[in-house]
């Protein structure tokens, strides 16, 4: 049995030898999940599944399990606001067995447009974030830009010398508007993603790697960054591409650690989107294999409105992969200063998570996580800085030569 608590929802996974049936309702005064569970009875794993229960669960306050009659076992979820659950079974499907899954999803589900402006704010009122966006929105003299940050850690900038003026800019009646760059960490939750020799997992570096590079691109004047998931749960592919679609996102960027049957296998690579085909096999192989982490994150097909994905993730435009061919050299150009290539040029191939009809899309391998010692790396802090970094001169590059033609008042 596991538990994967997130503000968007919380997962409860029960995997099994064999598939049962389950039956759900749910009672208010106070807001209680009911599950009755055909075919089993108490084990010392079912009473564990009290403990699983984190503090900090956004929507569980406690659970009971008791045997409510013969061969059935009681399910009680105590909640901390009202739900709209899922509950649904999985066939068998790589390492796992039979799972039955409980998605406790909240009735009033929070915008994430909201929830972006709400972090915007909170960075709006930090004093020192507040200096930097006033420096580079006023130069001390007509066309200056702000100074590139320190290479060394903690070295503060000489300051500028204060404008005159003769030399002060005159203000423009506009600004440009702020560009919003959703991070797309591959995998999470039931799925782990690939699994290095030293136990490394997929899920858990592309995370670090995207909180890495959303904090730099919110420390950019006109930037902020969007994750699509924060923290260890699972998220369907065609969620993350509606999740970018609905913070009306700029550019997308999905982050992967690439794995292949040979431990020799080695170098990092870029992939957009393609109509006509992969532009390799191994382009293919890789598409098919992302393309399948929904049978292993686990989608409740049931819930779907299938046609609707269909369309959504059939839509492709000839403008959109050529951005994403852009954006995906300008990234590729700088990944190759920190670390080998495995190709030198953007590949192509129908990963369906980049399959926004209106977004430049890329998925970045940042590394083998099944070469020893690319896993290495992986997991260095420093390393992981530096893939950040390149990938935020790789971002700016895009932009500096790609202006998008909007601005605000």
Same mark, same amino acid.
């Given at each position: 049995?596991?538990?994967?608590?997130?503000?968007?929802?919380?997962?409860?996974?029960?995997?099994l030898?064999?598939?049962?049936?389950?039956?759900?309702?749910?009672?208010?005064?106070?807001?209680?999940?009911?599950?009755?569970?055909?075919?089993?009875?108490?084990?010392?794993?079912?009473?564990d599944?009290?403990?699983?229960?984190?503090?900090?669960?956004?929507?569980?306050?406690?659970?009971?399990?008791?045997?409510?009659?013969?061969?059935?076992?009681?399910?009680?979820?105590d909640?901390?606001?009202?739900?709209?659950?899922?509950?649904?079974?999985?066939?068998?499907?790589?390492?796992?067995?039979?799972?039955?899954?409980?998605?406790?999803?909240?009735?009033?589900?929070?915008?994430?447009?909201?929830a972006?402006?709400?972090?915007?704010?909170?960075?709006?009122?930090?004093?020192?974030?507040?200096i930097l966006?006033?420096?580079?929105?006023?130069?001390t003299?007509?066309?200056?830009?702000?100074?590139?940050?320190?290479?060394?850690?903690?070295?503060?900038?000489a300051?500028?010398?204060?404008p *005159?003026? /003769?030399?002060?800019? %005159?203000?423009?009646p506009? @600004? =440009?508007?702020?560009?919003? &760059?959703?991070l797309? !960490?591959g995998?999470?939750?039931?799925?782990?993603?690939?699994?290095?020799?030293?136990? *490394?997992? /997929?899920?858990?570096? %592309?995370?670090?790697?995207? @909180? =890495?590079?959303?904090?730099? &691109?919110?420390?950019? !004047?006109?930037?902020?960054?969007?994750?699509?998931?924060?923290?260890?749960?699972?998220?369907?592919?065609?969620?993350?591409?509606?999740?970018?679609?609905?913070?009306?996102?700029?550019?997308? &960027?999905?982050?992967?650690?690439?794995?292949?049957?040979?431990?020799?296998?080695?170098?990092?690579?870029?992939?957009?989107?393609?109509?006509?085909?992969?532009?390799?096999?191994?382009?293919?192989?890789?598409?098919?294999?992302?393309?399948?982490?929904?049978l292993?994150?686990?989608?409740?097909?049931?819930?779907?409105?299938?046609?609707?994905?269909?369309?959504?993730?059939?839509?492709?435009?000839?403008?959109?992969?050529?951005?994403?061919?852009?954006?995906?050299?300008?990234l590729?150009?700088?990944?190759?200063?920190?670390?080998?290539?495995?190709?030198?040029?953007?590949?192509q191939?129908?990963?369906?998570?980049?399959?926004?009809?209106?977004?430049p899309?890329?998925?970045v391998?940042?590394?083998?996580?099944?070469?020893?010692?690319?896993?290495?790396?992986?997991?260095?802090?420093?390393?992981?800085?530096?893939?950040?970094?390149?990938?935020?001169?790789?971002?700016?590059?895009?932009f500096?030569?790609?202006?998008?033609?909007?601005?605000?008042?």
């Open positions: 049995m596991r538990t994967w608590p997130a503000d968007e929802y919380t997962r409860i996974t029960l995997e030898d064999s598939e049962l049936k389950a039956e759900h309702f749910t009672l208010e005064g106070p807001h209680r999940l009911v599950v009755d569970i055909d075919g089993l009875t108490m084990t010392q794993a079912l009473n599944l009290v403990s699983k229960v984190r503090p900090d669960d956004p929507y569980i306050a406690a659970v009971r399990v008791a045997q409510n009659r013969s061969n059935v076992v009681r399910l009680v979820f909640l901390k606001q009202p739900i709209a659950p899922q509950v649904f079974t999985l066939k068998p499907v790589g390492d796992y067995q039979y799972r039955l899954v409980l998605d406790l999803y909240p009735k009033v589900a929070q915008d994430p447009i909201v972006l402006l709400n972090k915007q704010d909170q960075l709006d009122d930090d004093p020192l974030a507040k966006e006033d420096i580079a929105n006023n130069p003299t007509p066309g200056e830009a702000l100074p590139p940050a320190p290479s060394v850690p903690g070295q503060i900038a300051p500028k010398p204060l *005159t003026p /003769e030399t002060r800019p %005159v203000p423009r506009g @600004r =440009r508007r702020t560009l919003t &760059i959703a797309d !960490p995998h999470g939750g039931e799925d782990p993603g690939a699994i290095g020799g030293g136990g *490394t997992r /997929e899920k858990d570096i %592309v995370l670090q790697i995207a @909180r =890495r590079l959303k904090g730099r &691109i919110d420390a950019t !004047p006109g930037m902020r960054a969007y994750l699509t998931r924060d923290n260890d749960f699972f998220v369907p592919l065609h969620v993350r591409v509606q999740k970018a679609r609905r913070v009306k996102a700029d550019l997308f &960027i999905s982050i992967h650690a690439d794995a292949w049957i040979k431990p020799s296998a080695r170098g990092s690579s870029v992939f957009a989107l393609s109509e006509r085909g992969a532009s390799s096999t191994t382009a293919r192989m890789l598409a098919n294999k992302e393309n399948a982490a929904d292993i994150g686990g989608v409740n097909l049931g819930s779907q409105d299938k046609q609707i994905a269909k369309v959504l993730l059939d839509l492709s435009t000839t403008a959109q992969i050529n951005d994403s061919l852009k954006v995906g050299s300008a590729l150009d700088e990944i190759k200063n920190v670390n080998r290539l495995h190709k030198p040029r953007v590949e191939a129908g990963f369906a998570v980049l399959k926004a009809p209106d977004i899309s890329i998925l391998e940042t590394a083998f996580i099944s070469n020893p010692g690319e896993e290495r790396l992986l997991r260095d802090p420093n390393h992981q800085e530096k893939l950040a970094s390149a990938m935020m001169t790789g971002i700016r590059r895009y500096d030569d790609n202006p998008p033609l909007a601005s605000v008042g």
